[in-house]
């Protein structure tokens, strides 16, 4: 498998002090040490800094996290949490590190294969999606 050049050097960076309100996608690399008001979407790699909020849903490939998500985060191939972290929400990955310290409330999926991955992550996004709209 060849290495992207997005994956090892940052296309986006969201300084501290640095705010955005809506969603944001981007192509590439992201670092994130201000605050997101919205959804994040890349095909790349985010790092979350410690000083970093984000309300909103997070998908990337990999995922590292040492500030707040209060929303879903969602990695192709994997997530690391941070000992400084907290997630508020559901975590769906293939693999999953959680340092000591880390605030997690919400479910978690987490399977190698990356066909039992995307099988149950659909089916667990549909109920939860249908369970939503019942509720409204």
């Known amino acids: 498998m060849a290495l992207r050049l997005d994956d090892i050097s940052i296309n986006s960076i969201i300084g501290n002090g640095s705010s955005i309100k809506g969603d944001f996608t981007v ?4 670092r994130v040490d201000g ?8 095909d790349g790699n985010v790092i979350i800094g410690e000083h970093a909020r984000i309300r909103g849903n997070v998908s990337a490939k990999n995922l590292t996290i040492g500030g707040i998500v209060l929303g879903n985060v969602t990695a192709k191939d994997s997530i690391k949490l941070l000992s400084s972290s907290a997630v508020v929400g559901d975590i769906l990955c293939r693999k999953i ?6 605030v997690f409330h919400g ?3 987490s399977l190698k294969d990356e066909t039992e991955f995307n099988s149950v992550s659909e089916k667990y996004l549909q109920d939860k999606a249908i369970k ?4 409204v």
Request: hydrophobic letters at 30%; a negative charge; proline letters at 0%.
């Open 35 to 42: 605050d997101i008001d919205g959804n994040l979407e890349t």
């Open 107 to 109: 479910h978690c999926i």
């Open 27 to 30: 192509n590439g690399f992201v």
């Open 97 to 102: 590190q959680i340092d000591d310290g880390v």
């Open 132 to 135: 939503q709209k019942v509720s």
